[in-house]
């Protein structure tokens, strides 16, 4: 059977239908001997006869039934991925392989729950890791879309700007300077730092932010190695955090962290979506690259507590 073709299939399934060679030939817009010899090729292929040649027209064998019902089974599966592919092409159906750093994590959630709402028929996979594993997970293709701060510089992505991303420093609520306000640079730089590793965006945002203070780099503070460990080691009082406002929502709702008003603060970045540029983009990949530029603000976190003088979170 491994070379029956589908033109094959088809021709016996009109020939059942007509009951006739020529009817059938007309049907498929072939010659009465095109289909006579598609129907010869298909019975040498299998070695048994699949019509009865009879005066009230073309009745199939028991072999031939058989045949005939696994040809409409192929002929309908076909029909059906038709449907599919084409579900496909206008963007109604696909997988998504979404990446997103840890500090969308907080957010990434909300924002596929609002997506499935509207697309119930497309799939998301959801890959978080640090900046180094998702940008290695952007490499590699194993994801088509990541969601993060500062694109990469040493992979030709598309990147688009799909909302304000503020990083701040944090302390405990009851810390000495939670009611001060414009806190010096040099003062700030004071204070024990609880910072991510070499080469987060964040930890790289506040390299530069502290770029003038002497000696300050050398002594940044104390590595973590996530965002949940530095708001933990904060509200214990080990120190201050730079931080992303959308990582520390529900700790100032409860009153448990609190923004310091340091000058130069909040440090304003943005959050980017990032596809290969070397990759040809889905359906679905369109789809949610344009829900996230129309929608995707709205389901970043709100920051109920900000500076007096600017607003940390993009108004739902």
Do not use: C
């Amino acid at each position: 059977m491994k070379n029956v073709s589908i033109r094959q299939l088809r021709s016996l399934i009109a020939i059942e239908k007509h009951q006739k060679i020529s009817s059938a030939a007309s049907e498929l817009g072939l010659t009465g001997p095109a289909i006579t010899l598609q129907l010869k090729q298909l019975e040498d292929e299998i070695g048994l006869s699949l019509f009865d040649r009879t005066p009230e027209g073309m009745r199939p064998t028991a072999a031939g039934r058989r045949v005939l019902d696994a040809a409409h089974s192929v002929q309908e599966r076909l029909r059906t991925l038709d449907e599919e592919l084409t579900a496909f092409k206008g963007g109604k159906r696909g997988t998504l392989r979404l990446g997103a750093v840890s500090t969308a994590k907080y957010f990434a959630p909300r924002l596929i729950a609002a997506f499935k709402d509207s697309h119930p028929a497309i799939k998301i996979d959801l890959f978080v890791g640090n900046r180094a594993d998702t940008i290695g997970a952007l490499r590699e293709q194993s994801i088509d879309i990541a969601l993060m701060g500062r694109p990469p510089a040493d992979i030709k992505v598309n990147a688009s700007v799909f909302g304000d991303h503020p990083l701040v420093i944090i302390a405990p609520s009851d810390h000495p300077l939670a009611e001060r306000r414009e806190i010096s640079k040099a003062e700030i730089a004071q204070e024990e730092f609880l910072v991510r590793e070499p080469g987060s965006g964040t930890r790289i945002s506040l390299e530069i932010f502290f770029a003038d203070v002497p000696k300050k780099l050398e002594s940044l503070g104390t590595e973590m190695g996530s965002n949940e460990t530095i708001k933990q080691a904060v509200m214990a009082g080990l120190g201050v955090g730079f931080i992303s406002a959308h990582t520390i929502e529900q700790e100032l709702q409860l009153g448990r962290l609190a923004i310091l008003d340091v000058v130069g603060m909040p440090i304003r970045r943005q959050w980017f979506s990032v596809s290969r540029a070397d990759r040809a983009q889905s359906p679905a990949m369109g789809i949610f690259q344009r829900f996230l530029t129309r929608r995707g603000p709205r389901y970043l976190p709100v920051i109920p507590k900000t500076y007096p003088h600017e607003t940390l979170s993009t108004s739902r």
